[in-house]
């Protein structure tokens, strides 16, 4: 009988394996995330990404309607998901927009580096 209890307790274990809020409140801490992103660099340059995201919540909340938590759990684990690439992918723009500064700036310093030489040789 122990042994059986503690099958079982394994199984369940290993069926969970990750502890999650209730989806009612997982649903609003997600859906208040991508909502603050868009409101940031995320929402101008990754906006794809999070209509993805904010099309994943919703279906999150219909499975959870539906009484579907797994569902809705995989939904809103997939809406992380789609919110993280969109802040990374606008952390990548934004840097390639400062590379872009930096090296304009550089090629004006070289430029200038290159006058006071030629004044030089003179």
């Not at 995330?33 to 868009?38: F, I, R």
């Not at 789609?82 to 390639?96: D, F, N, W, Y």
Request: proline share 1%; hydrophobic share 45%.
């Amino acid at each position: 009988m122990n042994v059986f209890l503690s099958a079982a307790l394994f199984l369940v274990l290993l069926g969970v394996g990750t502890v999650y809020a209730a989806p009612a409140d997982r649903i609003s801490k997600v859906e208040s995330s991508v909502a603050k992103s868009a409101a940031g660099k995320a929402g101008e340059y990754s906006k794809d990404l999070l209509d993805a995201a904010q099309a994943s919540i919703s279906a999150a909340q219909a499975a959870a309607r539906a009484g579907r938590d797994k569902e809705s759990q995989q939904k809103l684990d997939l809406a992380e998901l789609q919110l993280s690439a969109a802040e990374v992918k606008a952390a990548e723009k934004e840097l390639i927009e400062l590379l872009a500064v930096k090296r304009a700036e550089l090629k004006k310093l070289e430029a200038q580096l290159e006058k006071y030489r030629q004044g030089e040789d003179k």
